[in-house]
């Protein structure tokens, strides 16, 4: 029988969260960090806006930023990045 090699303590630093940069915090703003809580959440835009008092036009150009300032791919990622950086819960 062939033993397999142990793997403990093998996971490369690249899989593991990069520390939080502090330019994250400051440049979202306020509604920024809203809305991006508000799609960790599980919202749609439209209950992002009706929620907000806010126009749907208004919640995708906060998204757009949210996502250009964050570096994310789409919505769902600039979630993911919310929340393993702590800017939601």
């Known amino acids: 029988m ?3 090699p142990a793997i403990s303590g093998a996971v490369p630093r690249s899989f593991r969260p990069a520390p939080l940069s502090s330019s994250f915090r400051l440049t979202l703003t306020e509604r920024e960090t809203e ?3 508000l799609i960790a959440d599980g919202l749609i835009n439209k209950q992002i806006a009706q929620s907000l008092s806010l126009s749907n036009e208004t919640i995708k150009a906060y998204i757009d930023n949210i996502r250009l300032k964050l ?3 789409n919505r769902t990622h600039a979630a993911t990045l919310g929340l393993r950086y702590g800017l939601i819960e």
């Open 2 to 4: 062939v033993e397999e």
């Open 35 to 37: 809305v991006l809580q």
């Open 71 to 73: 570096d994310a791919k």
